[in-house]
């Protein structure tokens, strides 16, 4: 009877790791819709106009595995990757989940981050 239980145990553990590392794992598809979803623009030169940002913005945050993960922890390192893929002159991008905003300067390379939201999400949030 302890044979059985023991057994019982490990599988049910073995399974629920499993489980675990399914759910913390994000394929690229799920990261791109995340940050879809997430992110917006402004256009500091044109009355911070509203727009939302395009597949350059969030082909950056995909790219690598460990700089955009869905937190501020890496906010920094995102932020000059997204800076880069900008189509406008001076703009910010802000995650409206954590409330961190980028402050880009596209010609100068500049990039300014504020960050005052939530840390990483936890059970992974890293694709």
Known sequence: MNLYRSTLFLV?????LVVISVNA????SECRNQWTRRLYGQDVNNNYKMFTPSSKFINAACE????CRL?????NKCCKRMCR???????KIIDNQTSCTCYCNRDERVYI???????DQ??????
């Open 25 to 28: 794992t994000w394929t690229e």
């Open 12 to 16: 049910l553990f073995f399974l629920s």
């Open 85 to 91: 893929k900008g189509e406008y002159k001076r703009f």
């Open 64 to 67: 690598d595995k460990t700089v």
């Open 71 to 75: 937190g501020w922890s890496s906010w």
């Open 113 to 119: 981050t504020l960050c005052t939201g939530k840390p």
């Open 122 to 127: 936890t059970g992974g949030g890293e694709w």
